[in-house]
Antibody
Framework: EVQLVESGGGLVHPGESLTLSCAAS????????MSWVRRAPGKGLEWVSG???????YYADSVRGRFTISRDNSKNRLFLHMSSLRADDTAVYYC??????????????WGQGTLVTVSS | DIQMTQSPSSLSASVGDRVTITCRAS??????LAWYQQKPGKIPELLIY???TLQSGVPSRFSGSGSGTDFTLTISSLQPEDVATYYC?????????FGPGTKVGIK
């Protein structure tokens, strides 16, 4: 059974940094692209960033230059380092797994999410 | 970047009604389109991928169609458990944008 467990969320001040982590199990992590998707309060889903099985990174315009996605295939972990955080980054952040192992970036498994709140 | 739009933004229908949601991409994405359902307080679930292929385990009352820039999600007979927000998503090219969502409720 696929399991994705996010951690690292919390309350931070504007301009600060935070790193989210996603622990993956139940599938061959190194073969699948992974993404971070967020949902801000009262808003819809927003794809934030994705990383191919080989490590190529992709970003939404809203976070490019501030967020960095990475993965550690030896530890089955996905990361999102967020810097220069703003109030509009406040959201539940979900880790999501690609449906199949060909870097097509649509998602058949999701974690429960971790809440990031950016407030002074 | 590819922009995704959806209509309507919300709808309310009776149990048993046929419901149709439309998604439009700002440029041709072939069939690289997925649909998701997010129920209140729950995580998103994949319903349909490649525009019309039903994900395993999804009830057959859900169907998808379209190609290029125009797509539809249809619920053939709305059930109370279908109350949710539905999102389309482009996976043709990055950024892999979601539509703004369509909130479906019961009259």
């Amino acid at each position: 059974e696929v399991q994705l467990v996010e951690s690292g969320g919390g309350l931070v001040h504007p301009g600060e940094s935070l790193t989210l982590s996603c622990a993956a199990s139940g599938f061959t992590f190194s073969r699948y692209a992974m993404s971070w998707v967020r949902r801000a309060p009262g808003k819809g889903l927003e794809w934030v960033s994705g990383i191919s099985y080989s490590g190529r990174a992709y970003y939404a315009d809203s976070v490019r230059g501030r967020f960095t996605i990475s993965r550690d295939n030896s530890k089955n972990r996905l990361f999102l380092h967020m810097s220069s955080l703003r109030a509009d980054d406040t959201a539940v952040y979900y880790c999501a797994k690609d449906r199949i192992d060909n870097d097509w970036f649509h998602f058949d498994s999701w974690g429960q999410g971790t809440l990031v709140t950016v407030s002074s | 970047d590819i922009q995704m739009t959806q209509s309507p933004s919300s709808l309310s229908a009776s149990v048993g009604d046929r419901v149709t949601i439309t998604c439009r991409a700002s440029q041709d994405i072939s069939n690289f389109l997925a649909w998701y359902q997010q129920k209140p307080g729950k995580i998103p679930e994949l319903l349909i991928y490649a525009a019309s292929t039903l994900q395993s385990g999804v009830p057959s009352r859900f169907s998808g169609s379209g190609s290029g820039t125009d797509f539809t999600l249809t619920i053939s007979s709305l059930q109370p458990e279908d109350v949710a927000t539905y999102y389309c998503q482009n996976f043709k090219s990055a950024p892999f944008t979601f539509g703004p969502g369509t909130k479906v409720g019961i009259k």
